[in-house]
């Protein structure tokens, strides 16, 4: 079973940085985009960014210009690395593989990392 692993997560104080890590081992790498998905108390999980395979990055508008994804396929771990973090940045922060167009469909998640951002 295919289950990417998360770590990095832990308390912050505002303004903070933080760099999460996911590796996902067991899979050919190179045909996954992979997403950090956060999700908060009492919210849905909402897409944070993502890295395709040819590494084109998406945001959302609330961590633009703070947060920044990046990958290694070598090492099959991609980074988010949290700039400037505030409190509403807390949340579980889930890690996402799945294949690309042209791939047999196949859709991993990890368990997650607990965000804290607080004085």
């Known amino acids: 079973q295919v289950q990417p692993v998360e770590s990095g997560g832990g308390l912050v104080q505002p303004g903070g940085s933080l760099t999460l890590s996911c590796v996902a081992s067991?899979?050919?790498?190179?045909?996954?985009?992979v997403g950090w998905y956060r999700q908060a108390p009492g919210k849905q999980r909402e897409l944070v960014a993502s890295v395709s395979s040819v590494r084109t990055t998406n945001y959302a508008d609330s961590v633009k210009g703070r947060f920044t994804i990046s990958r290694d396929n070598a090492k099959k771990t991609v980074y988010l690395q949290m700039n400037s973090l505030k409190p509403e940045d807390t949340a579980v922060y889930y890690c996402?593989?799945?294949?690309?167009?042209?791939?047999?469909?196949?859709?991993?998640w990890g368990r997650g990392t607990q965000v804290t951002v607080s004085s």
């Open positions: 996402n593989c799945n294949t690309e167009p042209g791939w047999i469909r196949e859709d991993y």
């Open positions: 067991g899979i050919t790498f190179s045909r996954y985009s």
